[in-house]
């Protein structure tokens, strides 16, 4: 969507800003795998036991490799969202629905009720649910990062929402 904006925002001559959290970046003692491929997903969590994914809504397609592969390897899934699944997710495996923010007592409630040995998720940066990383971090467990896809410049772009608004005020003159 972003890409689009920015597109048509150029075609119409029309100003075009964006806000975006500054991207998590690994800490020490931090396991990360990066990937920008949902497809090579399944085989980079060969032999993971646990699996928290907290990557949002995920396809039907992706959602059925990963679950073939559980069903094969013995593995079990932690779905966490704010939303049900598009999708039948099996009993066996387990859906969580939830909102952050999370802090990090709960979040390594979590990791540890469940044996959480891997982590997906998307680099979205923000405070909001970055705790799951430090819970990760603490348990020693993989995380398998999403990297944010490359994206054509707005014409401003924010990292602070203070700044934002106050240009934004300032562009509408209030």
């Known amino acids: 969507?972003?890409?689009?904006?920015?597109?048509?925002?150029?075609e119409l001559d029309l100003p075009c800003w964006r806000f975006h959290r500054p991207a998590w970046q690994p800490q020490p003692g931090d396991h990360w795998q990066s990937f920008t491929d949902w497809q090579v997903l399944p085989g980079l969590l060969a032999g993971k036991r646990n699996i928290l994914l907290t990557a949002?809504?995920?396809t039907e397609d992706i959602s059925a490799q990963l679950l073939a592969q559980a069903k094969a390897e013995g593995q079990r899934l932690i779905l966490r969202t704010a939303a049900p699944p598009r999708f039948s997710w099996p009993d066996d495996q387990i859906w969580i629905k939830a909102i952050g923010p999370f802090d990090l007592a709960a979040e390594a409630a979590l990791f540890d009720q469940y044996q959480i040995d891997a982590l997906v998720t998307k680099n979205s940066g923000g405070d909001a649910t970055v705790a799951k990383l430090a819970a990760a971090r603490n348990c020693g467990a993989e995380v398998f990062m999403l990297q944010r896809p490359d994206m054509p410049a707005a014409r401003q772009e924010f990292s602070n929402i203070a700044d934002c608004v106050t240009a934004l005020r300032s562009y509408l003159a209030i």
């Open 1 to 10: 969507m972003s890409r689009t904006a920015v597109e048509v925002c150029a």
């Open 56 to 58: 949002g809504q995920l």
